[in-house]
């Protein structure tokens, strides 16, 4: 079963909070008038019984208000609507006064005999044809001190047939008003989510073949801004890393390729006619020695590799730098001293790392320097310790390095004379092993060279007094 769309989800949802509000409204609007009204016919009937017992002041004894009753019948007189009944309260079957029509029922008399001096009661009743009344009662004290009960009672009809009016008519525009809810809902909703389309279009167009495609934000809203900005920036991510994974397949086949083609040549080579067994040997030795360069790549792929995937990191340790680099250095003491090299380290700090990797970061830093460094020269490892960084600078001279090499001494298989590293076994991966090493610790590989001068190479790591990632 298909699912509804999200602006046919959000129109919907829109239009049922819509309805209930609607219905919310029409419901407090009937109360409040239904209030309203009440509150005005018990004003009307608060009032017109004001002035009965101001006419009611003119009379002096009950009896006077059966033989003289024009004075009230004035105050109702045109007003259809209401009715007056006078009890005298020693007699309470026969009303003295009686104008209008309805009440005619036997309870008026516990209605009047219920009524408060100085205090209008208001109650509401039914007559025999199913009409509404709202009565006012109260007792009035004649000029004689004797009491009599007034009844005013109201016709609710009016009221009735209006609030009837309101209710016919609210619930004819009641559908046309939620559709009409409905329908805006849904296009609102439509039209905000019309960017959404974009984000659709972008995404087809996005392959392996083609990550240059863009979002655009201009008169985006600021959510979905937001999402296309991630969005824009996670396929500028990918779209580099996939060039890097391309360039840098194309120049592993490259590196493969010539020790591959030297194998097979000279395997073609010796094979088209026989050889000595002198000659045998020297292209088993050849080929030993191109063996070895692959063998070599592979070894340094397998190791960036591991460098490279987060889930293979191993335990980190309190790492002395200054035992590293005198490791590193008893290391190459033999290299060194066969080209009248002398290695040195001052300075100590310490860190957080993988014991192995930094000793073969500064192994390859070290394995440069020496291959670089002219004869009766010096190479330097100094160690500094700041505030957020402990640094270790390996530092030789020699020919330095032209400064349009600088920014890709890190890149893989990289190499500032081609020829002349090849003909001496590097792979091309040693400075981007170091790099890789570098993040895998949080630190930073950096290079500082001017030709002819010092040639400097620096390994930063985060300085665990003054870091709180770790």
Same mark, same amino acid.
């Given at each position: 079963?298909?699912?509804?769309?999200?602006?046919?989800?959000?129109?919907?949802?829109?239009?049922?909070?819509?309805?209930?509000?609607?219905?919310?409204?029409?419901?407090?609007?009937?109360?409040?008038?239904?209030?309203?009204?009440?509150?005005?016919?018990?004003?009307?009937?608060?009032?017109?019984?004001?002035?009965?017992?101001?006419?009611?002041?003119?009379?002096?004894?009950?009896?006077?208000?059966?033989?003289?009753?024009?004075?009230?019948?004035?105050?109702?007189?045109?007003?259809?609507? %209401?009715?007056? +009944?006078?009890?005298?309260?020693?007699? /309470?079957?026969? !009303? &003295? $006064?009686?104008?209008?029509? @309805? *009440?005619?029922?036997?309870?008026?008399?516990?209605?009047?005999?219920?009524?408060?001096?100085?205090?209008?009661?208001?109650?509401?009743?039914?007559?025999?044809?199913?009409?509404?009344?709202?009565?006012?009662?109260?007792?009035?004290?004649?000029?004689?001190?004797?009491?009599?009960?007034?009844?005013?009672?109201?016709?609710?009809?009016?009221?009735?047939? %209006?609030?009837? +009016?309101?209710?016919?008519?609210?619930? /004819?525009?009641? !559908? &046309? $008003?939620?559709?009409?809810? @409905? *329908?805006?809902?849904?296009?609102?909703?439509?039209?905000?989510?019309?960017?959404?389309?974009?984000?659709?279009?972008?995404?087809?167009?996005?392959?392996?073949?083609?990550?240059?495609?863009?979002?655009?934000?201009?008169?985006?809203?600021?959510?979905?801004?937001?999402?296309?900005?991630?969005?824009?920036?996670?396929?500028?991510?990918?779209?580099?890393?996939?060039?890097?994974?391309?360039?840098?397949?194309?120049?592993?086949?490259?590196? &493969?390729?010539?020790?591959?083609?030297? *194998?097979?040549?000279?395997?073609?080579?010796?094979?088209?006619?026989?050889?000595?067994?002198?000659?045998?040997?020297?292209?088993?030795?050849?080929?030993?020695?191109?063996?070895?360069?692959?063998?070599?790549?592979?070894?340094?792929?397998?190791?960036?590799?591991?460098?490279?995937?987060?889930?293979?990191?191993?335990?980190?340790?309190?790492?002395?730098?200054?035992?590293?680099?005198?490791?590193?250095?008893?290391?190459?003491?033999?290299?060194?001293?066969?080209?009248?090299?002398? *290695?040195?380290?001052?300075?100590?700090?310490?860190?957080?790392?993988?014991?192995?990797?930094?000793?073969?970061?500064?192994?390859?830093?070290?394995?440069?320097?020496?291959?670089?460094?002219?004869?009766?020269?010096?190479?330097?490892?100094?160690?500094?310790?700041?505030?957020?960084?402990?640094?270790?600078?390996?530092?030789?001279?020699?020919?330095?390095?032209?400064?349009?090499?600088?920014?890709?001494?890190?890149?893989?298989?990289?190499?500032?004379?081609?020829?002349?590293?090849?003909?001496?076994?590097?792979?091309?991966?040693?400075?981007?092993?170091?790099?890789?090493?570098?993040?895998?610790?949080?630190?930073?590989?950096?290079?500082?060279?001017?030709?002819?001068?010092?040639?400097?190479?620096?390994?930063?790591?985060?300085?665990?007094?003054?870091?709180?990632?770790?």
């Amino acid at each position: 079963m298909k699912s509804a769309s999200l602006s046919m989800r959000l129109g919907l949802a829109v239009s049922i909070m819509g309805a209930l509000l609607v219905l919310f409204l029409a419901v407090l609007a009937f109360l409040a008038l239904t209030h309203e009204l009440d509150k005005l016919s018990k004003d009307n009937l608060s009032e017109k019984m004001r002035q009965i017992e101001h006419s009611l002041s003119l009379y002096e004894k009950p009896v006077d208000i059966n033989i003289k009753p024009h004075v009230l019948l004035d105050q109702v007189m045109g007003h259809d609507h %209401l009715n007056l +009944t006078i009890y005298d309260l020693i007699n /309470m079957r026969t !009303p &003295l $006064l009686k104008s209008g029509f @309805g *009440l005619t029922d036997p309870r008026v008399e516990l209605k009047a005999a219920g009524a408060a001096a100085d205090k209008v009661s208001y109650s509401r009743s039914t007559d025999d044809q199913g009409r509404h009344f709202l009565t006012a009662s109260r007792l009035i004290r004649l000029p004689n001190g004797t009491n009599v009960a007034v009844l005013l009672s109201l016709d609710c009809a009016n009221d009735e047939a %209006l609030l009837s +009016t309101y209710l016919s008519s609210t619930i /004819m525009a009641l !559908p &046309l $008003l939620l559709l009409l809810i @409905g *329908l805006s809902a849904w296009a609102v909703v439509k039209r905000g989510l019309a960017p959404l389309r974009e984000f659709r279009k972008v995404a087809a167009m996005i392959s392996a073949q083609d990550l240059s495609h863009r979002l655009s934000v201009v008169k985006m809203p600021q959510e979905l801004s937001e999402l296309a900005h991630g969005i824009n920036f996670m396929l500028h991510r990918l779209d580099s890393d996939v060039q890097q994974l391309s360039q840098f397949s194309d120049d592993l086949a490259h590196e &493969l390729r010539a020790p591959i083609s030297n *194998l097979m040549g000279k395997a073609q080579v010796t094979l088209s006619r026989e050889r000595s067994a002198e000659e045998y040997k020297a292209v088993l030795e050849s080929s030993t020695q191109e063996l070895g360069r692959v063998a070599r790549i592979v070894s340094d792929m397998l190791f960036l590799a591991q460098v490279s995937n987060p889930a293979a990191l191993v335990p980190f340790e309190t790492i002395a730098l200054e035992d590293e680099a005198s490791k590193v250095i008893d290391l190459f003491s033999l290299s060194a001293e066969e080209k009248h090299v002398s *290695l040195s380290v001052t300075g100590s700090g310490s860190t957080i790392g993988d014991r192995l990797m930094i000793q073969r970061a500064i192994s390859n830093l070290m394995s440069n320097a020496i291959r670089h460094c002219p004869a009766g020269q010096a190479i330097s490892i100094t160690i500094e310790v700041h505030a957020t960084e402990v640094s270790l600078h390996v530092a030789n001279p020699g020919a330095g390095i032209e400064p349009q090499h600088l920014p890709h001494l890190f890149d893989r298989f990289y190499r500032v004379d081609t020829h002349h590293s090849r003909a001496k076994g590097s792979t091309g991966l040693g400075l981007a092993i170091v790099k890789s090493i570098m993040s895998l610790h949080q630190g930073v590989a950096e290079v500082n060279s001017c030709p002819g001068k010092i040639t400097t190479f620096k390994l930063g790591f985060p300085n665990i007094h003054g870091h709180t990632n770790w």
